[in-house]
């Protein structure tokens, strides 16, 4: 397993933007994919972006347009950006590695802690 650390949450204006970077314990380069995913208070943990080891992304159809997930293999990095924050962006969000897609769910190979974004109105 890899340890994964999230930062650059906080709280900001609808309308603004943040970017938020999650650091890998080790070398990513031969993690499968990584992604990120968020849960809102009262809501399911739902994934939003994901990149292959391919570096190939995808989106949640909520989020196409003003998010943007990235990688730095040289830091053992990966980034999402969010512009544009709505309100309902408003969630804690994880970064997660080896991700494999099944079809019906994605399963996780790690997790980690979690960082929270508050949008303001």
């Known amino acids: 397993q890899v340890q994964l650390v999230e930062s650059g949450g906080g709280l900001v204006q609808a309308g603004g933007s943040l970017r938020l970077s999650c650091a890998a314990s080790r070398t990513i380069f031969n993690i499968n994919a990584m992604g990120w995913y968020r849960q809102a208070p009262g809501k399911q943990r739902e994934l939003v972006a994901t990149?292959?080891?391919?570096?190939?992304?995808n989106y949640a159809d909520s989020v196409k347009g003003r998010f943007t997930i990235s990688r730095d293999r040289s830091k053992n990095t990966v980034y999402l950006q969010i512009n544009s924050l709505k309100p309902e962006d408003t969630a804690i969000y994880y970064c997660?590695?080896?991700?494999?897609?099944?079809?019906?769910?994605?399963?996780?190979?790690?997790w980690g802690q979690g960082t929270q974004v508050t949008v303001s109105s």
């Open positions: 997660a590695a080896d991700l494999v897609n099944f079809g019906s769910h994605w399963s996780v190979g790690s």
């Open positions: 990149i292959t080891s391919g570096g190939s992304p």
